[in-house]
């Protein structure tokens, strides 16, 4: 069904979305801000595992994706390609690159085309063409591994339409039933619910989570700090006078969560003994374990979190000044409808997910009482319908798009169409090729055990 723990993941600062605007292919969703689209969230691998087996089935291991540039003559075409992958035991390492050819060919035919003859000068030209540095990009990705189950992940990136380096830290400690994760980034790119990408020059995480159950109850915990104010990327796409996400201000905050969980299934087929007549019938092993049987089913979750600014409490945001504590409950629902067993060639999957989501009760509340005013929370007081259909096109490839609509303004906020290779050798894995109107991005990744 479709991932209910986004109402409590939106609430810290670790849930990672999908974009090629940067190499390591994710931003993250701002803090407090309406639930992104299901078909938003980042693979749980690391760009660049993903890149070393996407490179098996691509043309020379190179894998296109598309981002608008800062530069508009850079265009949003890119290419992108696993350089280097050295690896051991307990180490691994991997060199990632990536190239945009609009520019480059643009130049190329303008010389060819003013030039009065082919002589030494055009070809020198073109060379200088060629080694534009705005034109590539590359990142550099190492992980240790310390003792038996923690791991440091160590990343930099240069773009090469950007100043600077894009850097990242992770530490990651599975506890006995907890998992601790500490990340630092500088800078730390986010993407609020209007499609916008803010940078925050400094970024600091350490956060405990109880393990994510099937249903029943589950909490997170942890710090974050952020310093200096966030910047807008591809400022174009940014209009005047906009101001940058609350939660993105700088400051220390401390913030906690729980939320319940709880499934239900309305109808599930049962496995009929002793029938002669379905064990005759040839058996089919399902694309996806995760969407091998038809059903009908309900879930829910409902939570409540809490955040303290121990620092930055007196800054005006917004013009108004950030209240040192501030609680807040969310929710989500969802019915799931699913015909077929994804097994046969064609016509064995149809699948409907319907989620509502309250990202604030209290900014609900408030504008129920005192619908007359403007406040700031008109973001946050609309439920959103979100609607995920998926369908069967042969085998195992499946059409499916995500869309979200905004109930109090009766709109379509965000939408994003994709088409799924399933890959049975990985039980619940996936090529998913996504693209987002809204964005106007599009790029290619593996999931596993994700729907």
Partial sequence: MANLNSAIDSVFWDQNVSSPQTLEGTARSVPGEPFPLDGARASRSHRIQQLSLLREGFPLGIIPSLAPASDKRLGSFSLNSLLLSPSSNNWWLGLVGQFKPKKLFADIKADISN??????????????????????????????ALGTSSSLLLSTERLGDKNGLRNKLMLVHPLEKHDLTVEAAWPDLFLDNKGRFWDVPESLNVDVSSLVPESGVRYRFGLHKSRGNPQPVNAAG?????????????????????????????????EKEGNTEEEDKPVFLPYDLRLKEPHAAISG???????????????????????PISADVFGSACYTFQKGRFSKLYGDLTRVDARVDLPSAFALAKKLFHASSNNSDDTLWSPRLNLIFQQQVAGPIVFKVDSQFQVGAARMEDVIYSLNYSLRLLESGKIVAWYSPKRKEGMIELRVFEF
């Fill in 301 to 323: 979750i409902v939570g409540s979190s809490l955040a303290a600014w121990i620092t930055g409490r007196g800054m005006l945001v917004n013009g108004k000044k950030r209240s």
């Fill in 238 to 270: 940014v209009e005047s006078g906009s101001d940058a996400p609350t939660s993105l201000m700088p400051g220390l905050c401390a913030k906690a969560a729980v939320s319940y969980k709880v499934n239900r299934d309305l109808w599930r087929p049962q």
């Fill in 115 to 144: 030039a009065e003859e082919w002589d030494l000068q055009v070809v020198k030209d073109t060379a200088k063409h060629i080694v534009d540095k705005s034109l590539y990009s590359i990142g550099l990705w190492t992980q240790i």
